[in-house]
Structures are given as structure tokens and as C-alpha cells.
């Protein structure tokens, strides 16, 4: 049977959420100001997404393995990027504070990589991965309170 979905109790601190599929890379973690307005740093294998409260908090990510994308109707933030998976055995979700590993059924392919900040009874986030043979750009999905801009194109690399 294929694993298309994975929940985590994930420990959020350093306002960051890290997407990656090859090992922590300091460099590639780090914000220039760029990254800091738009709330993301994106590499082709590795992003990060400012979870957008401050602090540090337990927060339920939830990760799934698509054929589309549907937004959820709590969503307040989403974000699209490109996404490679290098390693299918080498995908983590990551903090500051610990990692786990991600165990979709995966391949060693792009994806479109869906990132979703929604309100609920608490604060949970979404990251629906969908196969792509086009690597389309990174942006913005809706408007929302921090800035974010619907179809406003996100920056690649630390800027």
C-alpha cells in the first residue's frame, strides 16, 4: 500500500520549517532580507518557510502525496514551489529543534510543493507534495495578512 500521508508533532523554533532532501546545510538555511520579506528561503532540494508566529510551540504538520492540490478552507497562508527530491530516502521535515523523517512514497523527481499555514482550534500547517514534469515558479496562492501577494513570484536562493 502507498503511504500519501504522514502527521508530525513538530517543535517550531527559530521561526523556521525546513523541507529538505539532503542533509541540514547552515548556508542554505540561512535568511537575507529578501527571504525574510517574502518568508522563504527556497533551493531546487531544501526550503524553509517562516511558520509565521513567533516563538517556539508544538504544532501538527501534516504531509501528503497528491495528484492535485486542493486549498483548505482554514488556509491563511500558501505558498507553490518547485521541489527535487534527490534521495527518496533522504526527505526531512525539520526545526530548529528536531527532525523527522518524511515516509510519503516518494521518487526521485520534481514536485510541486504546496505550503499551507492554517488556523484551526490552534495553529497547523500543510505540505502537499504533487508530481511535476514542469518546474513551474515559486509563489504566492492568496493574499493574506503578512504580506503574501497572490501570484506574487518568490526569489530563489538566500537574497
Excluded at 523554533?13 to 547552515?26: A, G, K
Excluded at 517562516?50 to 497528491?66: C, I, Q, R, S, T
Excluded at 514534469?133 to 537574497?159: F, I, N
Aim: proline content about 5%.
Amino acid at each position: 500500500m502507498k503511504k500519501i500521508a504522514q502527521t508530525v508533532d513538530l517543535l517550531i523554533s527559530h521561526n523556521q520549517i525546513q523541507f529538505r532532501s539532503r542533509d541540514f546545510d547552515e548556508t542554505s538555511s540561512q535568511w537575507g532580507k529578501i527571504n525574510l520579506a517574502q518568508g522563504a528561503v527556497l533551493h531546487s532540494d531544501y526550503v524553509v518557510f517562516d511558520p509565521l508566529p513567533e516563538d517556539a510551540f508544538g504544532a501538527n504538520v501534516h504531509l501528503k502525496l497528491e495528484d492535485s492540490f486542493n486549498l483548505d478552507p482554514s488556509t491563511q497562508r500558501c505558498i507553490v514551489v518547485p521541489f527535487h527530491v534527490t534521495d527518496p530516502g533522504h526527505v526531512e521535515i525539520a526545526s530548529a529543534a528536531e527532525k523527522f523523517k518524511v515516509e510519503l512514497d516518494l521518487e526521485k523527481r520534481d514536485y510541486a510543493l504546496y505550503f499551507e499555514v492554517c488556523e484551526g482550534e490552534e495553529i497547523f500547517y500543510k505540505i502537499t507534495l504533487v508530481p511535476s514534469d514542469s518546474k513551474a515558479p515559486a509563489r504566492y496562492l492568496l493574499d493574506d495578512p503578512w504580506g503574501g501577494e497572490k501570484d506574487k513570484v518568490l526569489v530563489e536562493g538566500v537574497r
